[in-house]
């Protein structure tokens, strides 16, 4: 029996090369990648903020592609989008309550039972054909006020008609609504959404492609009702979580202090708005 785990490679190592094969070794590689050297690398960087390909740098300065791209990876421009400045994170906050309302849509499961999420026990399978529904939010920018449903789907007529509701609700807090932020959902580009902007005196407003933060505060407040209302407790079924949304709510809006709006509550910087007009 060896006495150690590293046994089998030394004998190896003695009936190869016999006891000068026992001599310390280095613990580097045998063979090392290939690397640029200096010179090819200036020229290799200089090409590539010129939006040169790998391929074509790599013959310029006669190197393997392999090698080219490794090291374009270590310097972070690998990607030709890495050589555009990043566009610096804009923030802003509507003064007049209604002058902007974000909306947005998150999908929840359907469950008939307690879920692997809060258990942490995958055995027990799934709420087979339970299927899915959709949270749509409406929050104002000014005041982080915030309407809430859980739907059956995003479908034009499910969205035009939480719209519908939305600002109705808004209208009885106080508040007249005059844009609506949405992203590029098909319910959203929809005729159907535009008319009934129109009807509802609303200007719409969708996000750039590519760019959810534009709707950050709804992304955010999704993240915190997920938190705070539809993960924080082992609820029965998808029902018994549904019903606790409007006391959740209720605490949001009445409650829950922002630091964003110097620890206020939705309803109290309303008020406090409302009263400053």
Aim: aromatic share 8%; proline share 4%; net charge positive.
């Amino acid at each position: 029996m060896w006495l150690f785990s590293g046994g089998p490679k030394w004998l190896a190592r003695f009936r190869d090369g016999g006891v000068t094969a026992l001599a310390d070794r280095r613990s580097v590689r045998r063979t090392q990648r290939r690397t640029l050297d200096p010179q090819q690398l200036q020229q290799a960087v200089d090409l590539r903020h010129q939006r040169c390909t790998l391929r074509r740098i790599a013959r310029a300065v006669k190197a393997p592609l392999s090698t080219v791209g490794r090291v374009m990876n270590a310097l972070g421009l690998g990607r030709l989008r890495n050589l555009e400045p990043k566009v610096p994170v804009r923030r802003y906050q509507w003064e007049r309550p209604g002058d902007m309302i974000h909306v947005d849509t998150k999908q929840l499961a359907r469950f008939e039972r307690v879920g692997h999420r809060i258990t942490g026990d995958r055995r027990q399978g799934s709420s087979r054909g339970a299927g899915y529904e959709k949270v749509h939010v409406a929050i104002d920018d000014a005041t982080r006020l915030a309407y809430v449903e859980v739907l059956a789907d995003e479908q034009r007529a499910t969205t035009v008609g939480f719209l519908a509701r939305a600002v109705g609700w808004f209208s009885e807090q106080g508040i007249t609504c005059r844009r609506i932020l949405s992203d590029n959902g098909s319910a959203y580009r929809s005729g159907d959404w535009r008319k009934a902007c129109r009807a509802l005196d609303l200007k719409p407003i969708r996000t750039k492609p590519y760019t959810p933060q534009t709707n950050g505060k709804a992304e955010r407040f999704i993240k915190t009702i997920l938190a705070e209302w539809a993960y924080v407790i082992a609820y029965q079924t998808s029902e018994e979580r549904n019903r606790w949304l409007r006391r959740y709510l209720a605490i949001y809006n009445g409650n829950r202090c922002h630091m964003a709006l110097g620890g206020l509550t939705p309803q109290q910087s309303l008020q406090r708005l409302l009263i400053a007009e």
